[in-house]
């Protein structure tokens, strides 16, 4: 059986009063309509078809080859905006789904029911409704004495005694593919706004005589579709205890999940502990039995297994295992931290490799540098890697030992057991096993090597 979903996305978003396309505003990180496609394709077999009007451009370039894009000009309506979508899918689809793009807690295992629902159903669509004290303008369900479904009313032309109706309409339906298209058609122009609603199929089929099946839903959350930023600042807030306790549920610690921030497709590893004011953004991946926070920023960044981050920021950075960093430690892109590489406060790393049991403990800055195993990078030395025009790597290699404050003046090598003196000005390669010290900084002495244990 063929299924496709239909997602609106046209509407203009005016409540939003923003310059970005409704559709468009992030949650947990990724826009609205990601989460009502990763919903929708659980429950079909096709690729999706996105109605899009307003902001027609960015949807269409977000969306990239997701979805089929359709485009709805002008905006006559939910129903005039499905009937856009005819003339790709009709007689390519059994069923149709139809969503609205600005529910992103919409699961997938609710909209499968649905279709379930619906192959059961000998009418022609199913739907979901909820019950709800608030109706937030929502659409009333208005049932006949027996218990079936008659229509729907919208708020603003609902009766006084409609208005009281407690079942209100949710936006997810699936429709029988054949009596879709053709009651599409006969759907009446609303004689006070001028458009075509979708929601009056419902009261074409009963009028055809057709049982619609309406299915109530008991998560209230999930219902929940955005229209202002006081409903978005909801959905963010549910999504966000949702994500969090999906993780918590796959084995990772948070001491107060209030103040702790995922967005969806970070991954975390079990016995993790995530402390207070943690943020994890983007691709970022956390391996198993690490300690994040309290208060730490990691985006896009991979971590190993039992790494503590105390109070720091990374991103774009790879981590192997048993780091420690902190508290107020930075890795830009590019920064590799080896297996239990040390690196204390108010450090900065960028583009840069710190080999196995590298020491870092405080001020300093490592750019464009590759550091070799077991290396101490004094406090305050910092790499100068930029002329004013052109950046420059500087190599430096094992057991070495870097004096505090010294200025590695780029390109420059180091060699394996090198030392430099406290405030040298390193503006020559230095060969292994060689102290130098001064401004600028000359080879005094050559170095016996203690071998280090590995
Ligand atoms: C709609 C329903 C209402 C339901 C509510 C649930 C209709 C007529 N009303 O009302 O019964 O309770 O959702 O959230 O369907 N869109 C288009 N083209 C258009 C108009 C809208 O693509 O011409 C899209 C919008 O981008 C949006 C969705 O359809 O994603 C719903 O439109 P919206 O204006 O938000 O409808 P509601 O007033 O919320
Ligand atoms: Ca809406």
Known sequence: MKITAILLAAGQGTRMKSSLP????????KPMIW????????????KPVVVVGHGAGEVTKYLGDSAQIVEQEPQLGTGHAVLQAEASVKGKSDLVVVCYADMPLMRGETLQRLVETQKRNSGPVSMLTVIADDPRGFGRIIRNPDGTVSAIVEEY?????????????????????????????RIPKNPKKGEYYLTDTVELAAKDGLPVHATVMDDLEETIGVNTRVHLSEVEAAMRRRINETHMLNGVTMIDPAS???????????????????CLHGGTELGEGNIIGPNTIIRDTKVGNGCKILASVLEGALLENDVDMGPFARLRKGAHLGNHVHMGNFGEVKDSRLAEGVKMGHFSYIGNAQIGANTNIGAGTITCNYDGEKKHATEIGEDVFIGSD?????????????????????????????????MPARAIRKLERKTKKK
């Open 260 to 278: 702790v921030y995922i967005e969806a497709d970070v991954r975390i590893g079990k016995d993790t502990t995530l402390m207070p004011n943690t």
């Open 35 to 46: 989460h009502a496609l990763k919903a929708i394709a659980q429950s079909t077999t096709e």
């Open 406 to 438: 010294t200025m590695l003046v780029a390109p420059l090598k180091l060699g394996d057991g090198a030392k430099t003196g406290a405030g040298a000005v390193v503006t020559k390669d230095v060969p292994a096993d060689t102290l130098v010290v001064g």
């Open 22 to 29: 409704k559709v468009l505003h992030p949650v947990a990180g």
């Open 157 to 185: 032309v609902a009766t006084p005694e409609q208005l009281q109706v407690k079942e209100l309409n949710v936006g997810g339906y699936c429709f029988d593919a054949k009596w879709l298209w053709d009651a599409l058609h």
